[in-house]
């Protein structure tokens, strides 16, 4: 099965053994109240500079059509890679959702998975900085975070956990990945209500 990013090229999805799949769910009725961002440990924000951020990621391609992004990211998961979706706003196109792959911490690794998935096919894969990202929720495992990961996906965005930085114990459930603040705050104005009330952490 091929699927085209908007640079018109297709991609080969890699094959793997069918099976039936459960819809995936759409986005909430704007009647439904907003989910409530109940963060479960304290959370202290740190600079830029720390030493444990990861500010890379590799773009895989955007589309504007975000069921049909999520269910790319769905496809992603199940082989195995750490897919997400970033929600943008892009002056004068838009709103936008890049499918990103992984957070690395160095521009050798980011690199080296933009390879990797160049070798896969993915052609138009290129490395990213973007150091910023939504902060949906936190908790002591990550197990705590999978419902509230669902919740997301309801909305038609998909989050990612990465630990804490900073030297602190437990994980973060993100949102994007955004090369400044200035993109970040507009994906957030996009996006609702209840992602208005997130956060803008260092990755």
């Known amino acids: 099965m091929l699927f085209r990013s908007p640079s018109g090229k297709k991609h080969a999805r890699p094959h793997r ?12 009725p704007p009647s439904q109240p907003a989910l409530e961002v109940r963060p479960v440990i304290p959370y202290k924000n740190v600079q830029a500079k720390s030493a444990d951020a990861w500010p890379y990621t590799v773009q895989l391609i955007s589309a504007k059509n975000r ?33 990103h792959i992984g957070a690395y911490e160095t521009l050798v690794a980011a690199r080296a998975e933009a390879k990797r998935l160049k070798d896969m096919k993915f052609s138009d894969a290129f490395v990213v900085k973007a150091p ?4 949906a929720a936190m908790a002591s495992s990550k197990e705590d975070l999978v419902s509230r990961e669902q919740d997301l996906r309801q909305q038609g965005i998909q989050g990612y956990v990465l630990s804490i930085n900073g030297g602190q114990p437990g994980f973060r459930l993100l949102v994007g990945a955004y090369r400044n603040k200035k993109e970040a705050t507009g994906a957030r104005s996009s996006l609702g209500l209840d992602m208005a009330t997130m956060t803008i952490v260092i990755r």
């Open 67 to 99: 069921k049909r992004c999520l269910y790319v990211i769905t496809e992603l998961r199940d082989l195995g890679e750490k897919a997400f979706s970033s929600p943008v706003t892009i002056p004068g196109k838009g709103d936008w959702i890049r499918i």
């Open 132 to 135: 910023y990202a939504l902060l």
């Open 17 to 28: 053994p069918r099976r039936s799949r459960v819809p995936l769910p759409l986005s909430s």
